[in-house]
């Protein structure tokens, strides 16, 4: 986070407190602007650029939010990096990298610039469009959805310890999925879930649960028509395994390569459905994989 009593950039002429920043890029967005990466951006009115960018999120000297965005992508990764290993950085773009500045937050921030009045929307009579605003997390939809999947990514172990794999059928058995349910994937009680949708080895990719089907179907079409950028993307995990992030219409899924998959669907408030690698997921996961968008 950043250090807001000396780190300031321009911003509509007035000065803006930074109090953080992420990147926009094909391999890494705030997955509650959406599904890929063409989409995250229009979501700001940006066009796809295929670098990317920096958002910087701060207030000016009245208080209001701004999200500028920035081009230079790697002065804003530095930055987030330093902040994660808990050193300071003074994140200063130049002028000539503010792209646009944006009324409003598109995420929750839960700090504020000192001495500056309370964080708040600039005056909509001054400015061009709608302030950009966090979802609405107290109902479920594709940004709860999404930021249900992020969660299960960032907290692999967590989740990975509660299903117990004799939960899963032998390969070779077509049995039914077994389905208790978590009530809120984004709390910390979601990790209870124990929600089984189980991978048969027939023809295809066989579930005891239809909404897995389906996205196991559509995640297989991807191979063969590569969906748009950023819906597939890999990053880090521990020994030889890649962290699998996948999203379409309607569904979200995080895998481990080496291990399971977790399906997160609309039409399932809160439910997350754990899927056993059986005979066609580990096939289904490396494919995934080589046409995943990987961070540079």
Known sequence: MADTDEEAVAAE?????????????????????????????????????????????????EGARWTVVIDDVSLVAVAIASWDCGMEYDLS???????????????????????????????????DRPALAPPDTTTWGPAQRRLGADEIALQWALWREQIDDSAFPVQGEAGEASEPSSDDVTSEEASEADEVASDDSGEGPQTGHSGVRRVLTEARAYVDAPPPLGRVRSS???????????????????????DIAFVLLDEEP???????????????????????????
């Open 93 to 127: 773009p130049s002028e000539r990298t503010v792209v646009a500045a944006l009324p409003g937050w598109p995420l929750a921030v839960a700090v504020a610039a000192p001495n500056v009045p309370a964080p708040h929307d600039p005056d909509p009579d001054l400015v």
């Open 13 to 61: 002429d007035d000065a803006l407190y930074v109090l953080t920043a992420v990147l926009l890029t094909p391999a890494k967005f705030p997955s509650v602007l959406g599904d890929d990466y063409p989409e995250a951006c229009a979501a700001l009115g940006m066009a796809p650029l295929a670098d990317g960018y920096g958002l910087v999120l701060g207030q000016d000297g």
């Open 236 to 258: 880090f995990a521990p020994g030889e395994a890649r962290t699998l992030r996948a999203d379409g219409p309607g569904w979200s899924m995080v895998a481990r390569t080496d």
């Open 270 to 296: 809160g439910e997350v459905l754990p899927v056993g690698r059986g005979s066609e997921l580990p096939g289904l996961l490396e494919a995934l994989d080589k046409l995943a968008v990987r961070p540079s």
